[in-house]
């Protein structure tokens, strides 16, 4: 089983940008799926963005603003938030062939 660490959360102001990394304990250059999801307070965790085979997904709320890549040689996944909102907000979890990060929490607050 893959072990998952978010990390590059934090507070940042509307407008502003963040760079969440998720990074793998071992290879992630077979995986098919990865995801980004977002966990807003009392609402059910949501995909944000998404890698499949078929390609690179978005909710209707990011595109344009979010991008979401891979590095395999760093066993690495990556989410690069910009313009963002106070709806922003959010713990995001990352994803990878069913294994789950613990989370990192993004606040956009002025």
């Known amino acids: 089983q893959v072990q998952l660490v978010e990390s590059g959360g934090g507070l940042v102001q509307p407008g502003g940008s963040l760079r969440l990394s998720c990074t793998a304990s071992g290879s992630i250059s077979s995986a098919v799926t990865m995801g980004w999801l977002r966990q807003a307070p009392g609402k059910e965790r949501t995909l944000v963005a998404g890698i499949t085979r078929f390609g690179t997904i978005y909710a209707d709320s990011v595109k344009g603003r979010f991008t979401m890549s891979r590095d395999n040689a760093e066993n690495t996944v990556y989410l690069q938030m910009n313009s963002l909102k106070p709806d922003d907000t959010g713990v995001y979890y990352c994803?990878?062939?069913?294994?789950w990060g613990q989370g990192t929490q993004v606040t956009v607050s002025s």
């Open positions: 994803n990878v062939s069913d294994n």
